[in-house]
T-cell receptor
Framework: GAVVSQHPSWVICKSGTSVKIECRSL??????MFWYRQFPKQSLMLMAT?????????EQGVEKDKFLINHASLTLSTLTVTSAHPEDSSFYIC????????????FGPGTRLTVL | AQKVTQAQTEISVVEKEDVTLDCVYE???????LFWYKQPPSGELVFLIR??????QNEISGRYSWNFQKSTSSFNFTITASQVVDSAVYFC????????????FGAGTTVTVRA
């Protein structure tokens, strides 16, 4: 149980285009979903916390207009990188928490974004 | 504020050697959780262990063992008789109420096991 999927697993796009990444909890309804970004040889950095039906909470330094997060249902959150540029190339990972507690996160397999 | 320090950037060992990964944390919470994750080259995070702050018992799972020392705020991880498949980046992480249970990750330690 507690499986989280991401789609796509990798994507290559041209500079200036927008890319949408989906995060789904497959066998449970997630209270909260998180989005992380990981640059090569670095740690995971939390970008935002997403709760179903409400606006995402962004971490300091993360541009909310550039990284649009939509959490339309208890099993799906999407991250859209708008007007992507090469510096947005990174590994994006989502996670979800299993109700009723929020103290353990289950991670998706990640999406590798390359912006040309 | 929460902080996790993994002072070792890279460790290289020969197969069958033991390797210990250090993790030191800072938190003002009295109740908190500590985690270890493995990230192989494929990128997917693999959950290894979760420990709450009230359980200081050391744990062993196969070749893996963890030493939680609350007095020194450390949660070290040992791989016994390492294998090539253990080559990965290992992250220690911390979560607590003061940070809404958001995970704070250490910088990670890259373990390379040579045949």
């Amino acid at each position: 149980g507690a499986v989280v999927s991401q789609h796509p697993s990798w994507v290559i796009c041209k500079s200036g285009t927008s890319v949408k990444i989906e995060c789904r909890s497959l066998d449970f309804q997630a209270t909260t979903m998180f989005w992380y970004r990981q640059f090569p040889k670095q740690s995971l950095m939390l970008m935002a916390t997403s709760n179903e039906g409400s606006k995402a909470t962004y971490e300091q330094g993360v541009e909310k207009d550039k990284f649009l997060i939509n959490h339309a249902s208890l099993t799906l959150s999407t991250l859209t990188v708008t007007s992507a540029h090469p510096e947005d190339s990174s590994f994006y990972i989502c996670s979800a928490t299993l109700p009723p507690t929020s103290d353990e996160q289950f991670f998706g397999p990640g999406t590798r974004l390359t912006v040309l | 504020a929460q902080k996790v320090t993994q002072a070792q950037t890279e460790i290289s060992v020969v197969e069958k050697e033991d390797v210990t990964l250090d993790c030191v944390y800072e938190t003002r919470d009295t109740t908190y959780y500590l985690f270890w994750y493995k990230q192989p080259p494929s990128g997917e995070l693999v959950f290894l262990i979760r420990r709450n702050s009230f359980d200081e018992q050391n744990e062993i799972s196969g070749r893996y063992s963890w030493n939680f020392q609350k007095s020194t705020s450390s949660f070290n991880f040992t791989i016994t008789a390492s294998q090539v498949v253990d080559s990965a980046v290992y992250f220690c992480a911390l979560s607590g109420l003061s940070n809404d249970y958001k995970l704070s990750f250490g910088a990670g330690t890259t373990v390379t096991v040579r045949a």
